[in-house]
């Protein structure tokens, strides 16, 4: 064990842990909860803190030999991505200071190891003078934060528009198949089942555009601001410097504020991309539960699209197997809706010049991009990719409907298309045969109507 001292006293630290007394405080006080801070957003704040060095090396603010020790830990931290030593619960009081003490504590001894001397030798490098220089909680976690958000929205991306094209494979592949659409569970008119796959497509290629939007919203950062924005401490070589020593770092395109105290104090921009990310989660639940209802039966329900069989679904009814993966999707869905209203609330109780809730905001906003990432991925690899179209029962649902004689009744009249649809009824014959046999319409001209092309335009073509 090794004894560390601050103001308040002096505490015990376990020999082989890089934290210090600041960690081994908030662990007694909140707890070390199973779930750790989101990877990304310890990889940003490293990465904050190796602009900060940087950007202190080159001014001259920064003991060169000091500042390449401190840079080295980070460059390895980051390397081996395995952050034991972020310990402190995600939602510490505090408005995230728990965490920068603790990601300061651990790259200082990280970086005396490196430079041949025992932990906890802060003569040489303190987490406060030194790995902290020229800044503050209030603009290092802010600032950390958005830029694992934009990390999350690049990744997001990326898997948006391979479950954006498995869709639109099936939208050019069930092109020609007939379907009956429904409105309120109830027969409606016909399409094609592609336009189905269609529609799904186009809400994806929304959330693609969002993702766009919501890069700008959150790529402005406060870094160099400090405690409140106004930059006390900081010199304003250092704000100028800093900022651009972080783009190189992340290689990400970010800005700085140019109202510091209005980004520090703020989150409606955190509010505005929480939102468009619940609107993804609600695409994702309505296309799931649009599936899972066309897949239910198979022999008792709808049927018309089968999903890959992922696992066993009863420990009583051989054979059963469930949508777990839609179902999956809903309940991620349904949690990033609540999770969004909970950002919500917390980003409007900040008070004045500082939101003390920022680790709740960004714990849950965090956890959501962790989540609508497994939605997206899981969706697209396990359900999309391996649907199927049931045509045998897509065509009995479709000639046993009326659905057929409405988008018909515009060719062969109201009236006459109600006595079509009581003889159907009456002899169970099919629509076809009745429409033909009687001469209502020629067979070519029935086929050329009913075509899956002819249902792909919309409204009344003589």
Do not use: C
Not at 2 to 8: I, S
């Amino acid at each position: 064990m090794r004894k560390e001292r601050d103001f308040l006293g002096s505490v015990d630290i376990p020999d082989e842990r890089f934290y210090g007394i600041n960690t081994m405080r908030a662990l007694e006080n909140f707890g070390q909860e199973s779930e750790r801070h989101d990877p990304l957003f310890i990889t940003a704040y490293l990465q904050v803190k190796k602009a900060a060095a940087l950007a202190n090396k080159e001014l001259g603010f920064l003991d060169p030999e000091k500042a390449d020790f401190i840079i080295s830990a980070i460059d390895g931290l980051v390397a081996e991505g395995r952050f034991d030593d972020i310990v402190v619960n995600p939602l510490s009081g505090g408005a995230g200071t728990s965490l920068n003490m603790n990601v300061n504590e651990v790259i200082s001894n990280h970086a005396l190891e490196k430079a041949g001397r025992e932990k906890g030798d802060y003569e040489y490098i303190h987490p406060l003078n030194h790995v902290n220089l020229h800044q503050s909680t209030n603009d290092t976690y802010p600032s950390a934060f958005k830029v694992a958000v934009l990390m999350h929205l690049n990744r997001l991306e990326k898997e948006l528009t391979s479950l954006q094209e498995s869709i639109q494979a099936h939208e050019k592949e069930f092109g020609s198949i007939v379907r009956l659409g429904r409105t309120e569970l109830q027969d409606a008119l016909p399409m094609t089942a592609g336009m189905q796959f269609g529609a799904y497509a186009e809400a994806i290629a929304r959330d693609r555009w969002r993702i766009f939007k919501a890069r700008e919203r959150i790529k402005v950062l406060n870094i160099g601001g400090t405690a409140i924005g106004t930059g006390f401490s900081a010199p304003q070589k250092y704000i100028f410097t800093v900022i651009e020593k972080l783009k190189g770092v992340t290689g990400l395109t970010i800005t700085r504020a140019e109202n510091m105290i209005d980004a520090t104090q703020n989150l409606d921009a955190v509010v505005e991309v929480s939102g468009l990310m619940k609107a993804l989660a609600v695409n994702l639940m309505k296309i799931s539960e649009d599936i899972r209802l066309l897949s239910s039966g198979p022999a008792g329900g709808i049927g018309e699209v089968t999903v890959p069989a992922l696992q066993e679904g009863s420990s009583i009814m051989p054979g059963k197997v469930n949508p777990v993966m839609l179902e999956f999707v809903s309940q991620t869905a349904l949690l990033v809706i609540a999770n969004d209203s909970a950002i919500s609330h917390a980003s409007g109780l900040g008070n004045l010049e500082l939101n003390q809730f920022y680790p709740l905001v960004a714990t849950l906003m965090l956890k959501n991009f962790r989540m609508l990432s497994k939605a997206v991925t899981g969706l697209d690899a396990k359900v999309i990719r391996g649907i199927r179209i049931n045509r045998g029962r897509i065509s009995d649902h479709l000639t046993n409907s009326v659905a057929m004689l409405t988008y018909l009744s515009q060719y062969i009249g109201h009236d006459r298309a109600a006595e079509v649809y009581t003889r159907m009824k009456e002899t169970g014959e099919s629509l076809k045969d009745i429409i033909t046999r009687e001469g209502i319409l020629p067979e070519h001209r029935f086929e050329e109507l009913t075509a899956p092309e002819r249902i792909r335009m919309t409204g009344y073509r003589p």
